[in-house]
């Protein structure tokens, strides 16, 4: 059974491209109040739980005993674009635990926003993993071990004993596979596991509302929501669509996108969690699903329903910024 | 009726995406050799029939008229990256037809090719509408009028008299539509017109055999094969697959790209075209498309079957260089 076309490309007077997937939203007890596509066949929700991969960091009391700030604790729930903010933020989460950045083991890519990256090429210098999107989360994981006296070295491998609480965290809040098939290497080289989509939605709606969790957890969550509800840049940057979103509704909607077309979301004054899958991993169809689930779910005033429309109906420009084509959400979804 | 999967990403041991997509691959009367997915619908092929595009610059007689050289000829079917030798190349057009880069209406954007966007800003400089990866078609077009005497300005409006000889072609070789719905705009600015890909597909087949065609046409449709196969960086330029496999294959396959994930060729040795879209648009899947075609349909020696390998399972490494997935061909393509 292939998931049905949720958004269609269009141009001239024709759908020119087609993208397919699969939502589920989802209650604390796991109740299914939306169901598109298979929401029960296992996805990689990739950075998408970085929320829940960041559980340990409170927990654990790191984050206290180190003093990090909230931008701080936003900053390892983000795939950030590599802005100077970015930079510092993680720079000084290091400093807390002690280390430098030579302790990041997630790699060195150019900063995703393009006007940093053009910057740093202007200034003649090389992209460190301190630019790499997720490094406010690994920077979260080093400041986890060096806070309990753990050896940071190592700490992406799935036996090192933060990556164990880690993987804990996620199996517990998705149902996520812990070991097999399920298991995979993300782009920043730590496990990614496998969780179905509803199973997902599920843990969102726990971390959205903290039913079905224990009273640390549930605070945990709700520090984190609310620090990325305050520090919005942080979780993502400039022109970046969950940095836009949670300008525009606070903490009414945590929102957070992971590769190859994966979104999840929570929607804590209806109790809800989203989870969500463009089948082919394309960022422009999982954001336009994001943005009509939110645009069917959550109450919207007429300025909040304004400033949405721009992300259900966005607009294909060419190079002489003539609007060429536009992207809509289709089947179930329109 | 939903195309079928024909290219699926893995990661750990699951599928983590998959694209959908439809091929055809037809003679030169329109017989159908392989039919997977809808052909029948009609698509954009945008850039893949960049060949067809530039049949009135060879048949109007202007390439010869303004000397133009195989590399000129070449430029004029690409969708290049902006590097240095394109640059130069659709200079040297522009100054044959008596104009520079102020004539070109095809907007700028920075050069695709990394590196040569990075040189770019190093030394300060903004792209050009030189850059556009269009430029050569671009130049060829302004070629074709001021050959003739024509004023070039407005070359890209449907109505201009190249314009309709443009469409005429592409009409002509692919059954597209010149006019309706199935008329779109281009990333360059230039009409694209749909047409079914067995229609496209029976065009190619025309294009690399000569079959079906006037003998002016089939020596221009020659032409340009030759060019294209004498100078393959020159129609897309460094780590671009259309250079690469033309490297390999040489005069025996003609491959071209196009946005939205469509891909075009012609094997004259077999008196096939190919035309394909992978319905998401997505580029890492047609070139994905076209390599299953090619390595299912063309007689390979040894060491072509090795060289088109890298092309049929490419790896997906993190920012670690760790191999953390790979593509693989699926369903009636496997």
């Not at 989802?26 to 970085?50: H, I, M, N």
């Not at 390892?76 to 400093?95: F, I, K, R, Y």
């Not at 300008?247 to 004054?269: L, M, Y």
Request: charged share 15%.
């Amino acid at each position: 059974m292939s998931n049905p076309v949720l958004v269609e490309v269009l141009r001239g007077g024709l759908v020119e491209s087609r993208h397919a997937g699969a939502v589920a939203v989802a209650d604390a007890e796991g109740g299914l109040v939306l169901a598109l596509g298979d929401v029960e066949r296992p996805v990689f929700p990739r950075s998408a739980v970085k929320a829940f991969q960041a559980l340990p960091l409170i927990e654990s009391g790191a984050a206290d005993r180190l003093g990090l700030t909230e931008a701080e604790i936003a900053l390892a729930v983000a795939s950030h674009g590599g802005e100077p903010a970015h930079v510092e933020t993680a720079t000084a989460m290091l400093a807390k635990a002690g280390v430098d950045a030579s302790a990041l083991e997630c790699g060195a890519h150019r900063p995703s926003y393009a006007k940093a990256a053009q910057a740093l090429i202007r200034a003649g210098l090389k992209p460190s993993a301190l630019h790499n999107n997720c490094s406010g989360k690994h920077a979260g994981f080093i400041c986890t071990a060096c806070a309990a006296g753990i050896e940071p070295a190592g700490y992406i491998a799935a036996a090192h004993p933060v990556m164990r609480e880690v993987m804990g965290a996620v199996a517990d809040m998705a149902g996520a596979a812990t070991s097999g098939p399920g298991v995979g290497i993300d782009g920043c080289s730590i496990p990614t596991q496998a969780a179905p989509l509803a199973a997902v939605a599920r843990g969102f709606a726990r971390f959205g509302t903290g039913a079905h969790l224990g009273p640390e957890r549930a605070r945990a969550a709700a520090r984190i929501r609310a620090a990325v509800a305050a520090h919005p840049h942080m979780v993502a940057g400039t022109e970046r669509f969950c940095t836009e979103i949670m300008q525009i509704f606070g903490i009414r909607a945590f929102v957070k996108t992971g590769a190859e077309g994966v979104f999840c979301a929570a929607f804590p004054e209806l109790g809800y969690g989203v989870a969500l899958k463009c089948d082919d991993g394309t960022t422009r169809a999982s954001e336009l699903m994001m943005a009509a689930v939110i645009g069917k779910l959550l109450p919207l005033s007429e300025g909040e329903g304004q400033a949405l429309q721009r992300f259900l109906t966005p607009a294909m420009k060419n190079w002489n910024g003539t609007e060429v084509g536009s992207l809509r959400p289709a089947g179930p979804l329109a």
